[in-house]
């Protein structure tokens, strides 16, 4: 009965001439605007993983903002949205989903600002992540909350201070497993000028609770991460004479996390990082700069970690080792040989201790650039790095940039091309080896039309270790029209990866991450269609398809995503008439279920208001 009622309302609400009012005023302070929209019509859904449904259908989403005395005093925004469904919709969800986000900002202009922010979103799509292809999809539930405020006193240190924290679960749709994530995180800052440096300070606290596919892992049971660090760093930068400048900073952080599955525990870890850089550099003439620099990592195993962590993802952590560090001098010149012609030199120290084992050296390198397109098309750079330690010798190392761009008639050429041999990592033993390249075409073709076509590429590998690391491609293609538009793309990826909380992601540094390791291999590809026959008439499809691979200590899984959709729009004035239909299919070999399909249609009439 209550839902008829709501139906009938929704019916009569969009006959409804709109409010002539742009803003209404409650007392002698309070200040509101209230726009949305309100739909109503006939849908049906059916899948194997939900129960079926049909009938008539009513949601809406709008925004109430407005401010109490001055919007510099108070200003607030509330955005709440109603089964809001399929992918033809704004919110893009293949559910009814629903939800509500709200903001407000108190003290805006003044030396003590805040905001508080809140946001729930009930049964919708989101994502898992993989790398260089389109996720797997999940359905499921998220909140979060996070308040903030500021001292901004003249002639006094500055000071933030900043909670969030959130939460999510989603079942990884076409098979029996979900993922779920609880982070919170603390922020404090401060900011002074003190005879003549600009200092900064800064504190983290990190706590991330989540769990993770089990066809990721090949572990029985629920696979989980619980993790938490602290980070705390200062840092400072003072001019100096010959138009130079200073910086130092220095950085502290401890982290420890427990990894495992329900069943059984891979114990607790923990680490300690200490970091310390100076950097100075001076121009004494329009032509010269001269540079030094030095740096100290007191746990690389730690370094490591604390780059992803940082990103907000929880990762399997191994021991660090005891006495891994690594020292860094460099220093070097530039010179500007002419307005367009530069070059540069450096020599670097280091001192590494890790795995058990000392290691010194040192790297030369040169580099040459030229900034002005050649034959008005190409510019350039290259450098060489020779690198020698105790177990290599004259390691020769190579990087080379090329970029091109010409316009010829209707035609619009751009495109570059990288490639690097023996660059040293941050392991002094690893030296990394790539090419990347890209290239876009664009053609007008008249009376409206233009072509567009793109490719791009990578492969990176690692010495001492086994296979590539990573390589991808892709190519896409557009091609528009009056009336007219269809696009196409193409991606593939292989390569190795690391399993963190929020999906799995590429390995940038060699040797020390042993697990989690996730070797994975997919492709992809896309087209989409749309078309205006009549004037506010809209006609548009797309569809996707992606197949990966996964494979971890010997459990592996074949995976597929394929979507298809197809919406018609018709605008009158503030209505607009719109059908639409969805097919959802995902299937994961590993999660033991066949895969799960989705279908919904809808068909309804959507009205837009402002009400004041």
Do not use: C
Not at 151 to 180: C, E, H, K, N, R
Not at 202 to 230: C, E, I, K
Not at 295 to 324: A, D, F, H
Not at 378 to 390: G, L, P
């Amino acid at each position: 009965m209550r839902r008829r009622i709501a139906n009938l309302l929704g019916v009569s609400l969009l006959a409804l001439v709109p409010v002539a009012k742009a803003q209404v005023q409650v007392g002698d302070d309070l200040r509101m605007n209230l726009n949305g929209l309100i739909s109503t019509g006939y849908a049906a859904n059916y899948g194997d993983e939900m129960p079926s449904s049909h009938g008539l259908n009513f949601g809406g989403s709008g925004q109430l903002s407005g401010s109490f005395y001055d919007p510099n005093f108070l200003n607030f925004a509330v955005t709440p949205y109603y089964n809001q469904s399929r992918a033809d919709s704004g919110f893009q969800s293949l559910t009814d989903a629903s939800g509500v986000s709200m903001t407000a900002n108190i003290f805006s202009g003044s030396r003590f600002p805040g905001n508080v922010s809140y946001h729930f979103d009930h049964d919708s799509t989101g994502t898992f992540g993989l790398v260089g292809l389109p996720n797997f999809t999940t359905i499921g539930n998220s909140q979060g909350f996070g308040i903030g405020w500021s001292a901004l006193i003249p002639d006094w240190p500055t000071f933030s201070a900043s909670y969030s924290q959130g939460s999510g679960t989603g079942s990884i749709y076409g098979t029996d497993q979900v993922s779920s994530s609880s982070t919170k995180t603390l922020n404090l800052r401060s900011s002074y000028q003190w005879a003549g440096w600009h200092l900064n300070a800064n504190y983290q606290h990190l706590n991330v609770d989540s769990t993770v596919p089990d066809f990721l892992t090949g572990a029985t049971g629920n696979n989980f991460f619980d993790s938490n660090g602290n980070s705390f760093g200062v840092n400072g930068n003072h001019a100096l004479p010959w138009n130079g400048s200073v910086a130092v900073a220095f950085t502290h952080s401890n982290y420890s996390g427990e990894f495992g599955t329900t069943d059984q525990s891979n114990g607790i870890s923990s680490y300690s990082l200490n970091q310390e850089t100076v950097n100075a550099v001076f121009h004494p003439t329009s032509r010269w700069g001269i540079f030094a620099a030095q740096s100290y990592i007191g746990n690389l195993n730690g370094y490591v970690y604390q780059n992803i962590i940082s990103g907000g993802g929880g990762v399997p952590i191994v021991e660090p080792q005891t006495g891994s560090n690594s020292s860094t001098l460099d220093g070097g010149v530039s010179y500007n040989f002419t307005r367009h012609l530069y070059g540069q030199t450096q020599i670097t120290y280091f001192d590494q201790n890790y795995l058990g084992h000392s290691y010194e050296g040192s790297y030369i390198s040169g580099s040459v650039g030229y900034d002005k397109r050649i034959l008005d098309i190409f510019t350039v750079s290259a450098s060489v790095i020779d690198s020698s330690n105790k177990f290599t010798n004259n390691n020769l190392g190579f990087i080379g940039n090329l970029n091109a761009y010409h316009h010829f008639g209707l035609w619009e050429f751009s495109g570059g091309f990288s490639y690097a041999q023996n660059v040293q990592t941050l392991l002094v033993t690893y030296t990394t080896s790539y090419y990347r390249y890209n290239g876009n075409v664009h053609r007008r073709l008249g009376r409206g039309t233009q072509w567009t076509g793109a490719f791009n590429g990578s492969h990176s590998g690692f010495s001492q270790q086994v296979g590539t690391v990573s390589y991808g491609e892709g190519v896409s293609t557009s091609l528009a029209m009056r009336r007219y538009s269809v696009t196409g793309n193409y991606t593939k990826s292989r390569g190795q990866s690391l399993l963190t909380s929020t999906g799995i992601q590429p390995i940038t540094t060699p040797g020390l991450l042993p697990l989690g390791l996730i070797v994975y291999n997919g492709e992809s590809y896309g087209i989409g269609v749309s078309t205006t026959p009549l004037p506010r008439l809209t006609i548009s499809g797309t569809y996707s398809h992606a197949t990966s691979e996964t494979l971890n200590d010997g459990n592996s899984s074949n995976n597929r995503t394929e979507i298809f959709y197809a919406q018609l729009q018709y605008h009158l004035r503030q209505i607009t008439a719109m059908a639409g239909y969805t097919k959802f299919s995902q299937g994961i070999s590993a999660a033991g279920v066949p895969p799960g399909n989705q279908y919904s249609y809808y068909i309804g009439v959507t009205r837009s208001f402002n009400f004041f």
